[in-house]
T-cell receptor, first 110, second 121 residues
């Protein structure tokens, strides 16, 4: 079946540290891949997306590359800020339905 | 653009009562809306797909008679939790897909409402 696996959190980093949140997927067909972010007390927001293999999504300093050969879509940021503290969800879209990872909580300390 | 609102943002009710949650796309039309449920520290669980002008499609294990969905217009879908019980307490989130069926939104991006916190006493 279709599924998304994310690294478990919580992740705690110091400001300006490098961030990687791993995400792998299994899917029949050719899904689009997404990273969503949920800041404390707010709704889900699309962070970035990639619709086909080798596409790189980027936004707010975050990047993720759609790797078909490893079925991965790892999220990275070179230098995190306190304001990046949130829960990050990896998701795939097939046939208009989103299938979600469990979410990874990130806390960035000053 | 692409703003989705939910009302109410939180609600507390007594066991046995029914609660209605509204999901509105404010600046676009959406033939398809989705309803999710999010448990603490867990992922979103898709409950149902709401299609304007037709019956909702429920995911396996979701009771359609308990969670009534009505998508009466291109900008409004409602979720009614009937005869609510404490185990129904959760965070309910809706999303909407801009565009009409067969339209140009080929990657089917969903836009999310801020969620509704339901507490059943």
């Amino acid at each position: 079946g279709n599924s998304v696996t994310q690294m478990e959190g919580p992740v705690t980093l110091s400001e300006e540290a490098f961030l990687t949140i791993n995400c792998t997927y299994t899917a029949t067909g050719y899904p689009s891949l997404f990273w969503y972010v949920q800041y404390p007390g707010e709704g889900l927001q699309l962070l970035l997306k990639a619709t086909k293999a080798d596409d790189k999504g980027s936004n707010k300093g975050f990047e993720a590359t759609y790797r078909k050969e490893t079925t991965s879509f790892h999220l990275e940021k070179g230098s995190v800020q306190v304001s990046d503290s949130a829960v990050y969800f990896c998701a795939l879209n097939l046939n208009r339905k989103l299938i979600w990872g469990l979410g990874t909580s990130l806390a960035v300390n000053p | 653009g692409a703003v989705v609102s939910q009302h109410p943002s939180w609600v507390i009710c007594k066991s046995g009562t029914s609660v209605k949650i509204e999901c509105r796309s404010l600046d676009f039309q959406a033939t398809t809306m989705f309803w999710y449920r999010q448990f603490p520290k867990q992922s979103l669980m898709l409950m149902a797909t709401s299609n304007e002008g037709s019956k909702a499609t429920y995911e396996q294990g979701v009771e359609k008679d308990k969670f009534l969905i009505n998508h009466a217009s291109l900008t409004l879908s409602t979720l009614t939790v009937t005869s609510a019980h404490p185990e129904d307490s959760s965070f309910y989130i809706c999303s909407a897909v801009p565009g009409l069926a067969g339209g140009p939104n080929s990657y089917n991006e969903q836009f999310f409402g801020p969620g509704t916190r339901l507490t059943v006493l």
